[in-house]
């Protein structure tokens, strides 16, 4: 029997979490988590019943979306602060944080349009993004789960060290 959809989890559920635990005095992805488990508490669902990596692995995506549309900046690898244009689409939430309302925003527009090729996405851009994750989890350019002579190992590195760059 298929788990119920949980209403909290759906991406701008994401999206208002990351934006309401930004804090250059906390680890970003775990707050979020606490506060994604506390709405689940408070809606009375169960949130033990939660795929913990499904959850951990789309706010992570939902991350690097919050990055490419600079509602968020990076701190220090696992910290971030949420910028003027976090706090007004937080004003916004009524409309779903969302990538419609991220496309709003012309760095947002080209960071997705980037990840195309001729109109499909790019079959590396998991790797990338697998490799941007990497940095904010604390990991390492020798941590790089790939095969050296590979396109996703290029990827994952290319990722990483973007993520890296954005610190600068």
Known sequence: MAEPDHVLLHEADLMTALLEAASP???????????????LEEAGED???VDREDVRGRLRAALVELLAARALEPVT??????TARG??????????????????FPEYR?????????GES?????????????FA?????????????????????????VARDSLR
């Not at 005095?25 to 709405?39: M, Q």
């Not at 790939?146 to 290319?158: N, R, S, V």
């Open 77 to 82: 690898a696992s910290r971030y602060r949420i």
């Open 87 to 104: 706090r007004e689409l937080l004003r916004r939430r009524g409309e779903g944080i969302d990538e419609s309302l991220l496309a709003r």
């Open 137 to 161: 989890e604390g990991l390492g350019p020798e941590d790089n789960p790939y095969p050296p002579d590979t396109a996703d190992f290029l990827a994952w590195e290319a990722g990483w060290s």
């Open 122 to 134: 790019d079959p590396r851009h998991d790797a990338f993004l697998a490799g941007m994750q990497a």
């Open 25 to 39: 005095d906390v680890e970003l992805l775990p707050a979020a988590e606490a506060r994604l488990r506390h709405w």
């Open 47 to 49: 949130p033990a019943r």
């Open 110 to 118: 080209r960071w997705a349009e980037s990840r195309r090729v001729d």
